[in-house]
């Protein structure tokens, strides 16, 4: 199975500031299909990206992503209050599809 | 609004069965593939399975292969999730997802195993 590296563990960051969150996989993700989720206690996952790059219908455009090789990046330029939580990798290309661990982004 | 709703989530023993059910509300669920990923407590996301849009493919995690069984009926713009032989380390948030990409999850059920 392809296992996604996610770093670092925790992010503490201020409104305003950019986030940059990175996951590696272990092996090729088969035609970049590889997803960011973020994650909120209490509530239902959310899509933010796919295909590495594309983001989610009504996602504002301070979130990115991008991927070289294995290597995947999500950014969120200027960080808004509601953005702090918890972020996961996910690839859909081979099954037994895979999340990262995650990465708990909150508030310095 | 449009969303997924899990339902039939609960307590169970192990060693007992239990079956989700996960209904399309505003949207509609036939044409795609549709997951079941869960969350056990203090842990991150896991899928278990999925199932394609005819329902004739399915695929699972090893750790449930053989215990679970996914299905769909497109009629009632539903999916579930057979659970048997339930363990402890079944006990989780499950949640289901529409999409190859996940486009879509729904609140989650609760899951318990234990005596």
């Known amino acids: 199975e392809i296992v996604l590296t996610q770093s670092p563990g925790t992010l503490s960051l201020s409104p305003g500031e950019r986030a940059t969150l990175s996951c590696r996989a272990s092996?090729?993700?088969?035609?970049?299909?590889l997803a960011w989720h973020q994650h909120k206690p209490g509530q239902a996952p959310r899509l933010l990206i796919y295909g590495a790059s594309s983001r989610a219908t009504g996602l504002p455009d301070r979130f990115s992503g991008s991927a070289s090789g294995r290597d995947f990046t999500l950014t969120i330029s200027k960080l808004e209050p509601e953005d702090f939580a918890v972020y996961y990798c996910q690839q859909y290309g081979t099954t037994p599809y895979t999340f990262g661990q995650g990465t708990r982004l909150e508030i310095k | 609004e449009v969303q997924l709703v899990e339902s039939g989530g609960g307590l169970v023993q192990p060693g007992g069965s239990l079956r989700l059910s996960c209904v399309g509300s505003g949207l509609t669920i036939s044409g795609d593939w549709m997951n079941w990923v869960r969350q056990a407590p203090g842990k991150g996301l896991e899928w278990v399975a999925n199932i394609n849009h005819d329902g004739n493919k399915k695929y699972y995690v090893d750790s449930v292969m053989g215990r679970f069984t996914i299905s769909r009926d497109n009629a009632k713009n539903s999916l579930f999730l057979q659970m048997n032989s339930l363990r402890a380390e079944d006990t989780a948030v499950y949640y289901c997802?529409?999409?190859?990409?996940?486009?879509?999850w729904g609140q989650g059920a609760m899951v318990t195993v234990s005596s």
């Open positions: 997802a529409k999409k190859n990409d996940f486009a879509v």
């Open positions: 092996q090729s993700v088969t035609s970049d299909y």
